[in-house]
C-alpha cells in the first residue's frame, strides 16, 4: 500500500478565510512533504517534516503554518491567502532520509482563493 | 544554471517505438534520482527510481544513471498512447530535498 491520502480534494475560499488542508499516510514513513504546483509548472518543494520535526522550510510566507501532529498526519494551515496562491497543493511521504528512497504523493488539494 | 533541467518538449513518439527522456542536474551531491508521470491535473505517480549508476529496468521503463556525467534518462520501449503524460525528473539531493524539473511532455502517436 502505497496510498497518501489528502482532504479536501477542492478547496475554495476567500482572503479573509482561515482553512487547513490534511494528509495521511500510514505507511510508517517518517518523512512528510508539502509542495505546491501552478499549472504547466512542477512541484515546488515548500516544507519538509522528518521525524514529525520541521527541517526544511523553503521561505515559504507565514500565511502557510504547517503542522505534523505524529508520524502519520501532516497539515497546512492556510490564512489570508492572496489569489495567487491558488494551485495544487501536493503531499507526499518517503520512508526515511537513506539513499534509494522515494517519495509518494497523494492526489492533492485543488486550491482556489476568491 | 537551474538545478534539475528537463526539456520541455513536446516529444511526440510513434506508437510501438523507444521514448527516450533525459535529465540532468547540477548538485554532485545527489543521492538518489526519480522518475515521476503526471496527467494533466493529476498528481505525481513514480514511475521509477535510481541511486546507483548503470541501468535499472522494470517492466517497459528503464531508468539510466551516470553521476560522473550528472544525467539521468528514462528509457520507454513499446510506447502506449496511455503514456502520453508529462514526465517529471526529480532529484534528491540529500536530507530529504527533493527537487524536480520542469518536465517533458511525451506524446505518443497513434
Redesign the interface.
Known sequence: D?EVTQTPKHLVMGMTNKKSLKCEQHMGHR?M?WYKQKAK?????MF?Y?YEKL??NESVPSRFSPECPNSSLLNLHLHALQPEDSA?Y?C?S?QD?T??????????TRLTVV | QKEVEQNSGPLSVPEGAIASLNCTYSDRGSQSFFWYRQYSGKSPELIMFIYSNGDKEDGRFTAQLNKASQYVSLLIRDSQPSDSATYLCAVNRGADKIIFGKGTRLHILP
Open positions: 502505497t518523512a512533504y509548472k512542477p512541484p515546488e518543494l519538509v522528518s527541517s526544511i495544487l501536493l507526499a518517503s532520509r539513499q534509494g528512497t522515494e517519495a509518494f504523493f497523494g492526489q492533492g
